[in-house]
């Protein structure tokens, strides 16, 4: 899988590309698979999530990719993702994570844990979210937290 980068990485992206390969992994994505892992100021992620979600304040992280209809998720978001390539110029464009920095370093702190740690986790859950994961109900909200960590935990292991 190919991350493109755009904006300015807070830290090291090794541990977080990592995480996000592992989030990704057990859903069989194709290996031209594309997605972009965007750094935004935290004043563009209090616009984006007002103009995309309706939520007039920041949050940590984003995710805009294909509409993966509700209840398909991981293996079977993929052929969902796999019909747009002609769409996409022959790419399997998975979609863009986008992070704020300055949530990710305030959550950091509160939750005591290395940034590069907040960021690996926040990629991996927007990972999550372009393959169709939800985390609006206590149920998918839990699903995508232990997915998340584990992702982020094994990559953490590494450094």
């Known amino acids: 899988?190919?991350?493109?980068?755009a904006g300015d990485p807070p830290c090291d992206l090794a541990p977080v590309r990592s995480a996000m390969r592992r989030a990704a992994k057990p859903y069989g994505l194709p290996a031209d698979a594309e997605v972009a892992l965007v750094f935004v100021p935290d004043a563009l992620m209090r616009d984006l999530n007002a103009r995309f979600r309706g939520i007039a304040r920041t949050t940590d992280v984003?995710?805009?990719g294909e509409a993966i209809p509700a209840g398909v998720k991981g293996t079977a978001a993929v052929p969902v993702v796999e019909r747009?390539?002609?769409q996409n110029g022959g790419r399997f464009d998975l979609g863009e994570v986008v992070i704020s920095p300055d949530q990710a370093a305030k959550q950091a702190r509160r939750r005591r844990r290395a940034l590069v740690d907040e960021i690996a986790?926040?990629?991996?859950?927007?990972?999550?979210?372009?393959?169709g994961f939800e985390d609006e109900t206590p149920a998918g909200y839990r699903e995508?937290?232990?997915?998340?960590?584990?992702?982020?935990?094994?990559s953490s292991v590494k450094r």
């Open 121 to 131: 986790f926040l990629a991996a859950h927007g990972m999550l979210h372009l393959l």
């Open 62 to 64: 984003l995710s805009f």
């Open 84 to 86: 747009r390539r002609r």
């Open 144 to 154: 995508m937290v232990r997915l998340g960590h584990d992702a982020a935990r094994q």
């Open 1 to 5: 899988m190919r991350i493109a980068t």
